[in-house]
């Protein structure tokens, strides 16, 4: 399925003061991995302070099973085990609504001083509605959208789109983004909802280090997208591989996934200001620009 370029729109956020503009992507936030949620929250209270603007370009949560997560009181993976005597220091006995009202409020932290939060949806949480932005203080971006700034412009986008080759996630996707599908999925009862969340949950933490990478993305469908938006910079994520990329025409800068419960630990993110584009590593941290 070829990527979508009939509209690429502005995002909609006023950058604030002189800071830098931020770009994440791919936390993949659970209860279970407790390491990278706390990179996450001093993240928020350190260098996003300092920004003109984050922008959170997919997959921020592991899985969003609707907004209505903010009420859940359930433990967010019980994986068979009885809840009443789960103890309540585990990180992945922590409520599922606790924990999502945890990372919002922290990002409504954020935005309470002044810095604006823009937020993408991925793959993994494309549920993300308006109640979850109010709750953060956040607006939702359309996917794929230009952001100008300093006098340039850059398209970004979570990234799947771009991913063509993998023919049988397109088709999924087609359907799962579909308001339709949308719909359904959303009117299921919420256990069974988050059943399949906690499915997905204990699927991901099998996986461990061995985080999947995905399809990467496809060359033709890059180029269709910058040539529909009239520009040549793309900054997205979901590969996890993180990259810049160049050709003498276009410039592609993919962010990284976040992973801080694993050794050696991984993630960063991408700064834009005076001196360009540059990838900050927060683990270790090293810079690299254009």
């Known amino acids: 399925m070829p990527v979508s370029t009939a509209r690429c729109p502005q995002c909609p956020v006023t950058p604030r003061g002189d800071g830098p503009a931020l770009f994440i992507s791919d936390l993949h936030l659970s209860p279970a991995l407790p390491g990278t949620v706390q990179v996450f929250e001093d993240f928020l209270r350190g260098?996003?302070?300092?920004?003109?603007?984050?922008?959170?370009?997919?997959?921020?949560?592991?899985y969003w099973i609707g907004d209505d997560m903010l009420d859940v009181d359930a433990p967010a993976a019980t994986n068979g085990t009885n809840?009443?005597?789960?103890?309540?220091?585990?990180p992945a006995a922590e409520p599922?609504?606790?924990?999502?009202?945890?990372?919002?409020?922290?990002?409504?932290?954020?935005?309470?001083?002044?810095?604006?939060?823009?937020?993408?949806?991925?793959?993994?949480?494309?549920?993300?509605?308006?109640?979850?932005?109010?709750?953060?203080?956040?607006?939702?971006?359309?996917?794929?959208?230009?952001?100008s700034f300093l006098g340039q412009a850059l398209v970004?986008?979570?990234?799947?789109?771009?991913?063509?080759d993998d023919v049988g996630y397109q088709r999924f996707r087609r359907v799962a983004h579909s308001p339709l599908g949308k719909a359904f999925f959303l009117r299921l009862p919420l256990r069974l909802r988050m059943a399949i969340a906690n499915r997905i949950r204990r699927r991901s933490a099998a996986?461990?280090?061995?985080?999947?990478?995905?399809a990467d993305a496809n060359a033709n469908a890059i180029a269709a997208l910058l040539d529909a938006a009239g520009e040549r910079t793309l900054v997205h994520g979901h590969t996890h591989r993180p990259a810049r990329h160049a050709d003498g025409r276009r410039v592609r800068w993919v962010l990284p996934d976040w992973e801080f419960d694993v050794e050696p630990p991984r993630g960063g993110y991408l700064q834009w200001d005076a001196h360009g584009l540059r990838a900050i590593d927060l683990a270790p941290s090293t810079t690299s620009s254009v």
Do not use: W
Not at 47 to 62: K, N, Q, T, Y
């Open 83 to 90: 809840v009443a005597a789960a103890p309540r220091t585990s």
């Open 207 to 214: 996986k461990g280090a061995h985080r999947m990478a995905y």
């Open 47 to 62: 260098p996003a302070r300092e920004a003109s603007v984050l922008f959170i370009l997919g997959d921020l949560f592991e």
């Open 156 to 164: 970004l986008s979570h990234g799947d789109q771009l991913c063509t």
């Open 96 to 147: 599922l609504g606790a924990f999502a009202r945890r990372m919002t409020a922290a990002m409504a932290e954020l935005s309470a001083s002044g810095v604006p939060i823009a937020v993408m949806r991925g793959n993994r949480d494309f549920l993300l509605g308006e109640r979850f932005a109010r709750a953060a203080g956040a607006v939702m971006l359309d996917d794929p959208c230009v952001f």
